[in-house]
């Protein structure tokens, strides 16, 4: 049945005919009756892959297959969520080793895009805890692969946005965990230089983030609260939880009812909400133990929070610079908080070394920006392209609607070795998407 998609930042929307299947059987069927098409997870990315006229749906391919809970070995079909799995090693004393700021993404998308958490820099991407995986080939066949065993495969399907077939069964390693809470330091940043040195000298926590204010100019320029996290140890969460240390959080959600018109975002809102967000530390360092819910996933408490960036969209440009390219980082906030654009809180995080063919992260800094679609924005975003180019970095494909071919080139030195794999196992390229076609990979 064809109908409007989009992801999540709604932006583009298109017309597709979705499918979707309980049984691989049913998918190989799919496959050989498909003639281009598209695979898709819960559509978390949020600008044009996991979209064309022709999507194949992983969400109801969603068992588990298999569950170790001494060595803490997880084994699934590829569409079974996060939230989903939270639910069931939580308890048992496991954690996912590496998760992003959202639980409401399918494995398949957390292979497909090698997501990274705040642990980068400790942990590395989703992709360095998959032991072995299954993916069904554009041919109908299936093929098992490893870092070992079929290495090409792997790697590219690491980051590889789904162009090399669709992910049908994943092993992972988990991490272990004594409670279901997190000793977290929350430390507020009077501008951006506070908050750099701060990353650099709280490196030995595995979990860090900084939410900084965008608009701010002058000697606030960057300011923002860096948050800091560990999973608490049992002698440290409060009495009364240390009844059921691994309990599951309480689920409380609120829905954003409808999309807000676009004049609302504007320079004055957006600065009352910063200031909100900043002032609501009163103190200069806040320790606290909380659970996993609010520091992993604050968003997920507002369910279809996207609307708030109206019916036109929002693009979410994030970018990644090397270390010693951080002023790149500098010249980027100077042109957002110069131009005024409606960006709620910029996320930034810091990367640690990364080997990967076409994953993502660098050793460096990444900002991630929202950003409403405006006609004038484009020609904006071109440029900061050119900033992040000239420092050495590259955009994240996972959340991009827009970039340039030339872009992905200058800033993916595997692109070439990538698409050299490509075209070995996605014959005829029958799997493609919005964005491997306009960039080239397809
Ligand atoms: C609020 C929010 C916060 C986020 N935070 C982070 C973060 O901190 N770090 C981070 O890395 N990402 C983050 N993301 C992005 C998100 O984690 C990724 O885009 C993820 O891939 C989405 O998974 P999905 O199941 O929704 O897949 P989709 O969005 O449906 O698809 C994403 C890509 O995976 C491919 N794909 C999906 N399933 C399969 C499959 N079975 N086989 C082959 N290919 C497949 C699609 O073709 C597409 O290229 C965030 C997203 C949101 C909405």
């Known amino acids: 049945m064809k109908k409007k998609i989009a992801n999540w930042g709604n932006y583009p929307v298109i017309e597709s005919e979705e499918r979707s299947f309980r049984f691989t059987e049913e998918l190989i069927d799919l496959i050989k009756h498909t003639n281009r098409f598209t695979p898709r997870g819960n559509g978390r990315c949020y600008g044009d892959a996991a979209l064309s006229k022709e999507t194949i749906s992983s969400l109801k391919y969603n068992k588990i297959l298999s569950f170790d809970i001494n060595a803490g070995l997880f084994e699934c079909q590829s569409g079974l969520t996060l939230d989903k799995i939270l639910e069931i090693i939580v308890p048992s004393g496991w954690f996912l080793p590496v998760t992003p700021g959202t639980k409401f993404i399918t494995i398949g998308g957390a292979v497909a895009s090698d997501v990274h958490g705040k642990n980068h820099h400790i942990d590395g991407c989703f992709s360095k805890h998959v032991l072995e995986m299954d993916i069904l080939l554009a041919s109908g066949e299936m093929s098992t692969c490893s870092p070992y065993d079929n290495a090409d495969l792997f790697m590219a399907t690491c980051g590889g946005m789904g162009l090399t077939g669709i992910i049908t069964r994943v092993k992972f390693k988990l991490k272990k965990i004594e409670t279901s809470y997190i000793a977290q330091k929350?430390?507020?940043?009077?501008?951006?230089?506070?908050?750099?040195?701060?990353?650099?000298?709280?490196?030995?926590?595995t979990y860090s983030v900084a939410w900084i204010d965008c608009l701010k100019k002058g000697k606030h320029f960057g300011r923002s609260i860096l948050i800091l996290g560990e999973h608490a140890g049992i002698g440290e969460i409060p009495k009364k939880n240390k009844l059921n240390p691994l309990a599951l959080p309480n689920k409380k959600q609120i829905k954003f009812p409808f999309y807000l018109p676009s004049w609302v975002l504007n320079k004055l809102t957006v600065s009352i909400f910063n200031w909100l967000f900043y002032h609501k530390n009163t103190k200069k360092v806040i320790n606290n133990v909380v659970s996993y819910e609010p520091f992993f996933y604050?968003?997920?408490?507002?369910?279809?929070?996207?609307?708030?960036?109206?019916?036109?969209?929002?693009?979410?440009?994030?970018?990644?610079?090397?270390?010693?390219?951080?002023?790149?980082?500098?010249?980027?906030?100077?042109?957002?908080?110069?131009?005024?654009?409606?960006?709620?809180?910029?996320?930034?995080?810091i990367f640690g070394n990364d080997e990967s063919l076409i994953s993502f992260p660098m050793k460096g800094y990444t900002l991630a920006l929202d950003i409403p679609v405006t006609d004038k924005l484009w020609p904006f975003l071109d440029e900061l392209d050119k900033i992040v180019i000239s420092y050495g970095g590259r955009l994240y494909m996972s959340k991009d609607a827009r970039m340039?071919?030339?872009?992905?080139?200058?800033?993916?030195?595997?692109?070439?070795?990538?698409?050299?794999?490509?075209?070995?196992?996605?014959l005829q390229k029958k799997i493609y998407s919005i964005q491997s076609d306009r960039l080239n990979i397809t």
């Not at 929350?186 to 490196?203: C, G, H, S, T």
């Not at 340039?404 to 996605?426: Q, W």
């Open 298 to 349: 604050p968003l997920d408490a507002i369910l279809d929070w996207n609307k708030g960036y109206g019916k036109k969209g929002f693009i979410q440009y994030q970018f990644v610079v090397p270390i010693e390219g951080k002023q790149g980082l500098v010249e980027i906030l100077k042109k957002i908080s110069d131009q005024g654009i409606g960006s709620f809180l910029a996320v930034l995080k």
């Open 186 to 205: 929350q430390i507020k940043a009077a501008n951006l230089e506070e908050v750099l040195d701060l990353f650099e000298k709280n490196k030995q926590y």
């Open 404 to 426: 340039h071919p030339e872009m992905l080139e200058k800033g993916y030195p595997g692109l070439s070795e990538f698409k050299k794999i490509i075209r070995k196992f996605n």
